[in-house]
């Protein structure tokens, strides 16, 4: 990863003079991302130094060289500098929160795989070793790295609160202190715990009542940003220079970033692809699996209560399902009837055909649950069921969300374009100089559009990536064909100015 070369880098240059950054967050944030890079705080610390010297110096040296005065150069170095060296800082700590949502969407899947270990006679090492095995996105690394501990001789109890305290999910925190402390007492789990991950859900509701501003200012940001550029670039008399192309892929990377905000895929709440391969399955593939799997964890539910059998349980409701586990639960009893195998086997067979990760881990977890006793299983799995359906309802509304700002985000594109449009044109006349001089240095006809030329291919090139983008952002159907709209209303709006100014 480039981060961590970057922080080994700097610290094998600088690490020694630097002063130890007390700094306990960041610590933590060091201490959790270890199973995925190595990297330490006074590395990060380094870093932090390093590249914002190299920032400043490289702006100071461009902005010297578009002769900008010194009074413009500093502040503008200064501040590149400044949010250089916090970027660096405080990347560790913003990657341990992002992952905080996730840990949490999968703490209620992790402490149902120890509940099922301990109750088929398991010890902790054997739940341990089924989580490092589940593929979890990054539970597994950790649990693997956990492993390696234990057999260097840490006990599991130990390894497992040790990584409860360096994790910022307090869900998962309290399961596995529940955990530590139900073998310590002889206690049972189902007993001191739901199983329930209130802090995701909280999170998403936030989330989800934030969405909206959110998605405007987005929006807001770039749209607006490309137009005070063009109107700085006007007035301080830069708008034929050539260097100007240089900003188009910066406005478009920035346009990029924010809009990955809100593209977050494959969620724990809609599952995950079972494997990543060169087809992988679509999102709308997978949430269809899993909302078809969500009724089949209630009809399963039912019928397992009811007294029955998992074998019998599959085969009353086959007919009742959706096409999508329909075709999971004919691999089953394919397995089970026609080539004699345990129902262990032909639910494990069923996982294997699976395009969601969860909707393959929950298969074979009900048939272990159903090997001990099969009206207790349809009881939690009835708990389960539930619970998911829930916390898939509250995670849709999202969707909802960002629908009904669609058209917002699409005038606010449309409109941006066409002010750009008209900017563009203006940007040869608005020269503070001239402005302030006795009257404009122009006459009409000697200046042309091939003398702002690199401003209209950079703004040019920016609207059809805005209108790309942010069609993308909010989940638009025809985001190029927007692009498009975009681009042209730009060139039109600017051709009916140009013309009224006087433009060649």
Known sequence: MLYEKL????????????????????????????????????????????????????????LTFLELSLLIVAPLAGMAGVVTYYIIVTYPVSMMNSYKLGLSEEADLVFEQFILVFQSGGTIFDAIEMVAQSDHPYLSKAFTQMIGRINEGTPPETCLMDFAKDQPSDDLKRYFTAIVSSLEKKTDLIDMLSGESFEADLALRQKNLELESRLLIVAALVTYVPIMFTLAISLSGYATSIMIVLVAPVFILMNALLKSRFSRQFSAYFDRPRETSIVAPSQNQIISEYDAFLNFLILLGERLRSGDTLEVSLDSIRDDLDIEVQKLVDVALNAIYSENASIVEGMARASEEALGQRVSQMLIMIAIMCETSAQAAGDRISRIATRLVKRSAVAKERDSIIAAQRMKVYLLTITSAAVLGMLASLSPFLFIGSLLSQGPTWTPGSITTLDILPLLLTLGVTTLSTGYQNTRMVGGSRPIVLGLVCGLLFWISFALSSSMMGLG
């Open 7 to 62: 922080c080994r880098f700097s610290e094998r240059i600088a690490g020694r003079t630097s002063r130890k950054l007390d700094d306990k967050e960041l610590e933590r944030a060091v201490k959790f991302l270890a199973p995925m890079m190595d990297i330490s705080v006074r590395g990060v610390k380094a870093a932090a130094n390093l590249l914002s010297v190299l920032v400043l110096l490289l702006l100071v040296f461009l």
